[in-house]
């Protein structure tokens, strides 16, 4: 059987590719179950308290931090499109002043949104004096899909997403590199229901199994291909054989 290399060339390719996407979805499957270990682990950890210092995010990502200060009103930022059941809404994300120095970014919770007025804001309460937050120390305030930038923190007070570093940047305050999802209740009319971290895990593995699947059927593809070339050579070599003839034609 003749082996023709431009298909079996195709078809190890095809099948080289998607064994490594199937190995690439596992090892994402496994960052993120590791990663989930240590979220379990962090909210068990003792909890630590956020001052002047500055903290690396990779150091307090996840962490249960608990900070002390004064929010700035004047400094709030609301982020748009943070539907809870089903209602849409904003988050209120505010500075918070710490005791000592340094300013730390805090998502206070959930406003439902004025549906008579899309930029109208719903009152809420803001403590004046020195208050005590605590929460979980978190990359950023939730990320949401978004067309473009989205404008300037420092120019508009609703927006789709805000960047801790760009913020910090647009208002010169000296803040922490993450956003504090507060947790305990202050009185403020705010819900702070936070959904659990998405891993997607079971979606990696899924996809782990497409791409081995594809990979099986690429081989199977070739096998059969084979199989049919071959069985077509035989039956042309068959066909191409005739009977000996003798001299005046006859056999």
Same mark, same amino acid.
């Given at each position: 059987m003749k082996i023709r290399f431009w298909p079996s060339l195709i078809?190890?390719?095809?099948?080289?590719?998607?064994?490594?996407?199937?190995?690439?979805?596992?090892?994402?499957?496994h960052?993120?179950?590791?990663?989930?270990?240590?979220?379990?682990a962090f909210e068990n950890a003792p909890v630590q308290r956020v001052g002047a210092?500055?903290?690396?995010?990779?150091?307090?990502?996840?962490?249960?931090?608990?900070?002390?200060g004064t929010f700035m009103p004047d400094q709030v930022v609301y982020l748009d499109n943070r539907p809870y059941n089903d209602q849409p809404g904003f988050y209120v994300v505010m500075p918070l002043k710490l005791d000592g120095? *340094?300013?730390?970014?805090?998502? %206070?919770?959930?406003?439902?949104?004025?549906?008579? @007025?899309?930029? +109208?804001?719903?009152?809420y309460d803001t403590p004046s004096g020195v208050v005590e937050i605590e929460g979980v120390a978190r990359a950023n305030a939730s990320q949401a899909f978004e067309l473009g930038h989205g404008g300037s923190a420092a120019q508009q007070k609703i927006r789709?997403?805000?960047?801790?570093?760009?913020?910090?940047?647009?208002?010169?305050?000296p803040l922490q590199p993450f956003v504090i999802q507060q947790l305990n209740n202050s009185g403020d009319k705010?819900?702070?229901?936070?959904?659990?971290?998405?891993?997607?895990?079971?979606?990696?593995?899924?996809?782990?199994?497409q791409w081995w699947g594809m990979a099986l059927?690429?081989?199977?593809? *070739?096998?059969?291909?084979?199989? %049919?070339?071959?069985?077509?050579?035989?039956?042309? @070599?068959?066909? +191409?054989?005739?009977?000996?003839?003798t001299l005046d034609g006859k056999v």
């Open positions: 078809i190890l390719i095809v099948m080289a590719v998607t064994v490594r996407l199937g190995f690439w979805q596992r090892d994402r499957a960052q993120k179950e590791q990663l989930n270990a240590q979220i379990v210092t500055p903290i690396a995010l990779k150091d307090i990502n996840f962490h249960r931090v608990v900070a002390r120095g *340094g300013v730390v970014l805090v998502n %206070r919770g959930w406003l439902p949104r004025n549906l008579a @007025d899309r930029t +109208g804001i719903e009152p789709q997403n805000l960047d801790v570093a760009a913020y910090a940047a647009e208002t010169g305050l705010l819900v702070r229901d936070w959904p659990a971290p998405t891993m997607g895990v079971d979606t990696n593995y899924g996809y782990m199994l059927a690429a081989l199977g593809f *070739g096998l059969y291909a084979a199989r %049919r070339a071959a069985k077509n050579e035989g039956k042309k @070599d068959g066909a +191409g054989q005739s009977a000996p003839e």
